[in-house]
């Protein structure tokens, strides 16, 4: 069965800082990946998603992964963060029949 | 453009009650997603419809049902709420099944006494 692990419940960082979000999922089969941000109080959004094609994928708001076959991990990088970058963010792998399956979520927490 | 509309905002319920979580999206989009959100356990499927007229079970159907007469409403009911239901839940949808972008509505966050 395909899942994902996000391996940090939370990340505090300080503003500037880079930051690395960790994902890593287990498939037997073709893989599509999402990262997705959660702003306090609001519904999810997409950040990015690797389909197919080059393994590094760049997203809204300087945000970019890079899908690792090898190593099974889709982690999520910011090279400087902000204060409004704090939000909870959720990886996700596609499950055949439409669906996905999402990570239990990581908290960043960007501190000035 | 107001894309993904819930109603409730918020609900308190007793339990036994019936409630039904609404969802509309303006969007024309294929397939449509309820989730719960739960703390520690990320967004968990509840049931999903591909198009109009199907529907699906995910990951923790037990004690919710779905309808889909039509492309734009996808409603969620609980037909004897339990307090274990307590959760804050999401519609989405998305142009197609599969590996396309899902998009979200604000929430309905359900307390059931």
């Known amino acids: 069965a395909q899942s994902v692990t996000q391996l940090d419940s939370q990340v505090p960082v300080f503003e500037e800082a880079p930051v690395e979000l960790r994902c890593n999922y287990s498939s037997s089969v073709s893989v599509y990946l999402f990262w997705y941000v959660q702003y306090p109080n609001q519904g999810l959004q997409l950040l990015l998603k690797?389909?197919?094609?080059?393994?590094l994928v760049k997203g809204i708001n300087g945000f970019e992964a890079e899908f690792n076959k090898s190593q099974t991990s889709f982690h999520l990088r910011k090279p400087s963060v902000h204060i409004s970058d704090t939000a909870e963010y959720f990886c996700a792998v596609y499950v055949q029949g439409g669906k996905l399956i999402f990570g239990q979520g990581t908290e960043l927490s960007v501190k000035p | 453009i107001a894309g993904i509309t819930q109603a409730p905002t918020s609900q308190i319920l007793a339990a036994g009650r019936r409630m039904t979580l609404r969802c509309t999206q303006d969007m024309r989009h294929n397939a449509m997603y309820w989730y719960r959100q739960d703390l520690g356990l990320g967004l968990r499927l509840i049931h999903y419809?591909?198009?109009?007229?199907?529907?699906g079970k995910g990951e923790v159907p037990d004690g919710y049902s779905v309808s889909r007469a039509n492309t734009d409403d996808f409603p969620l009911t609980l037909a004897s709420a339990v307090p274990s239901q307590t959760s804050v839940y999401f519609c989405a949808s998305s142009d197609l099944p599969g590996a396309d972008t899902q998009y979200f509505g604000p929430g309905t966050r359900l307390t059931v006494l």
């Open positions: 690797y389909l197919s094609g080059s393994t």
């Open positions: 419809s591909n198009t109009a007229g199907t529907t």
